[in-house]
Protein backbone atom coordinates (compact mmCIF):
# COMPACT_ATOMS: atom_id res chain seq x y z
CA UNK A 1 0.00 0.00 0.00
CA UNK A 2 1.36 3.33 -1.32
CA UNK A 3 2.08 5.48 1.99
CA UNK A 4 0.39 9.29 1.75
CA UNK A 5 2.06 12.05 3.14
CA UNK A 6 0.67 15.34 4.71
CA UNK A 7 2.09 18.86 3.50
CA UNK A 8 3.39 19.24 7.13
CA UNK A 9 5.58 15.65 6.66
CA UNK A 10 6.89 16.89 2.93
CA UNK A 11 8.15 20.17 4.02
CA UNK A 12 10.25 18.31 6.77
CA UNK A 13 10.99 15.97 4.60
CA UNK A 14 12.24 18.95 1.97
CA UNK A 15 14.03 20.45 5.30
CA UNK A 16 15.46 17.29 6.16
CA UNK A 17 16.74 16.36 2.74
CA UNK A 18 18.62 20.19 2.33
CA UNK A 19 20.20 20.03 6.04
CA UNK A 20 21.67 16.54 5.26
CA UNK A 21 21.65 15.55 1.69
CA UNK A 22 20.53 12.66 2.23
CA UNK A 23 17.24 11.00 0.69
CA UNK A 24 14.15 10.15 2.94
CA UNK A 25 11.65 7.95 1.75
CA UNK A 26 9.20 9.22 5.02
CA UNK A 27 8.40 11.03 7.69
CA UNK A 28 6.55 10.19 10.47
CA UNK A 29 5.55 12.92 12.83
CA UNK A 30 4.73 11.73 16.91
CA UNK A 31 3.55 14.84 18.30
CA UNK A 32 2.59 13.23 21.59
CA UNK A 33 6.42 12.04 22.20
CA UNK A 34 8.18 15.42 20.32
CA UNK A 35 9.20 13.35 17.43
CA UNK A 36 9.79 12.94 14.07
CA UNK A 37 11.43 10.23 12.70
CA UNK A 38 12.71 10.07 9.16
CA UNK A 39 12.74 6.87 7.25
CA UNK A 40 15.89 6.95 4.68
CA UNK A 41 16.81 5.01 1.83
CA UNK A 42 19.26 2.34 1.90
CA UNK A 43 22.99 3.57 2.00
CA UNK A 44 22.02 7.56 3.23
CA UNK A 45 22.10 6.86 7.45
CA UNK A 46 25.48 8.31 7.47
CA UNK A 47 25.28 10.95 5.75
CA UNK A 48 21.90 11.77 7.49
CA UNK A 49 23.47 11.85 10.67
CA UNK A 50 26.25 13.55 9.42
CA UNK A 51 29.95 13.31 10.92
CA UNK A 52 29.65 13.65 15.46
CA UNK A 53 25.54 13.68 14.40
CA UNK A 54 26.33 17.38 13.21
CA UNK A 55 22.87 17.24 10.87
CA UNK A 56 20.63 15.69 13.45
CA UNK A 57 21.48 18.31 16.13
CA UNK A 58 21.11 21.37 13.71
CA UNK A 59 17.89 19.75 12.71
CA UNK A 60 16.78 19.65 16.53
CA UNK A 61 17.54 22.74 17.28
CA UNK A 62 15.77 24.25 14.03
CA UNK A 63 12.67 22.08 14.76
CA UNK A 64 12.96 22.11 18.26
CA UNK A 65 11.99 18.34 18.39
CA UNK A 66 13.66 14.98 19.12
CA UNK A 67 14.91 13.69 15.46
CA UNK A 68 15.26 9.80 14.87
CA UNK A 69 16.73 8.53 11.95
CA UNK A 70 15.82 4.75 10.08
CA UNK A 71 17.43 3.02 7.56
CA UNK A 72 14.79 1.53 5.08
CA UNK A 73 14.63 -1.86 4.08
CA UNK A 74 12.89 -4.18 1.85
CA UNK A 75 13.15 -7.01 4.52
CA UNK A 76 10.84 -6.45 7.35
CA UNK A 77 13.42 -8.24 9.68
CA UNK A 78 16.22 -5.90 8.67
CA UNK A 79 13.96 -3.01 9.04
CA UNK A 80 13.21 -4.09 12.76
CA UNK A 81 16.60 -4.56 13.42
CA UNK A 82 17.18 -1.36 12.18
CA UNK A 83 14.45 0.65 13.93
CA UNK A 84 15.80 -0.84 17.22
CA UNK A 85 19.68 0.60 16.76
CA UNK A 86 21.48 -0.04 18.89
CA UNK A 87 20.01 -2.45 20.71
CA UNK A 88 21.74 -6.25 20.19
CA UNK A 89 18.83 -8.41 18.49
CA UNK A 90 19.26 -11.80 18.55
CA UNK A 91 16.42 -13.58 16.62
CA UNK A 92 13.57 -12.07 14.41
CA UNK A 93 10.49 -14.35 13.66
CA UNK A 94 7.74 -13.31 11.74
CA UNK A 95 4.22 -15.42 11.86
CA UNK A 96 1.18 -15.13 10.73
CA UNK A 97 -1.79 -16.06 14.00
CA UNK A 98 -5.40 -15.67 12.43
CA UNK A 99 -4.62 -14.54 9.29
CA UNK A 100 -2.54 -11.42 10.95
CA UNK A 101 1.56 -11.16 10.96
CA UNK A 102 3.04 -10.72 13.90
CA UNK A 103 7.28 -10.07 14.63
CA UNK A 104 8.27 -11.89 17.81
CA UNK A 105 12.05 -9.93 18.38
CA UNK A 106 14.03 -11.55 21.00
CA UNK A 107 16.76 -9.04 22.67
CA UNK A 108 19.56 -9.28 25.26
CA UNK A 109 17.87 -9.02 28.32
CA UNK A 110 20.03 -5.82 28.74
CA UNK A 111 18.68 -3.81 25.99
CA UNK A 112 14.78 -5.05 26.32
CA UNK A 113 14.67 -1.86 27.96
CA UNK A 114 16.07 0.21 25.52
CA UNK A 115 13.72 -1.30 22.95
CA UNK A 116 10.20 -0.93 25.00
CA UNK A 117 11.35 2.60 26.36
CA UNK A 118 9.99 4.57 28.61
CA UNK A 119 6.08 3.95 29.12
CA UNK A 120 6.33 1.92 25.80
CA UNK A 121 7.21 4.46 23.94
CA UNK A 122 9.76 3.01 21.50
CA UNK A 123 8.20 -0.36 20.78
CA UNK A 124 4.97 1.73 20.30
CA UNK A 125 6.70 4.00 17.72
CA UNK A 126 8.10 0.52 16.24
CA UNK A 127 4.73 -1.18 15.77
CA UNK A 128 3.86 1.87 14.25
CA UNK A 129 6.22 1.86 11.53
CA UNK A 130 6.35 -1.95 11.12
CA UNK A 131 2.24 -1.57 10.49
CA UNK A 132 2.88 1.05 7.90
CA UNK A 133 5.47 -0.76 5.94
CA UNK A 134 4.69 -4.16 6.56
CA UNK A 135 0.97 -4.93 7.51
CA UNK A 136 2.61 -6.50 11.09
CA UNK A 137 -0.15 -6.45 13.92
CA UNK A 138 1.94 -6.45 16.39
CA UNK A 139 5.22 -6.35 17.34
CA UNK A 140 6.13 -8.38 20.58
CA UNK A 141 9.79 -8.47 21.96
CA UNK A 142 11.23 -11.09 24.14
Do not use: W
Not at 74 to 86: G, I, Q
Amino acid sequence: MPIKLTTEQIRYISLFESITGAMAADCVIFDEFNLIIFVVKPGHLGLAIGRGGVNIRRLKKFLNRNIKVIEYSDDPKKFLENSMYPANIRSIRISKRDNKKIAIVEVDPKDKGMVIGKNGKNIQQIRYLAKRYFNLENVVVV
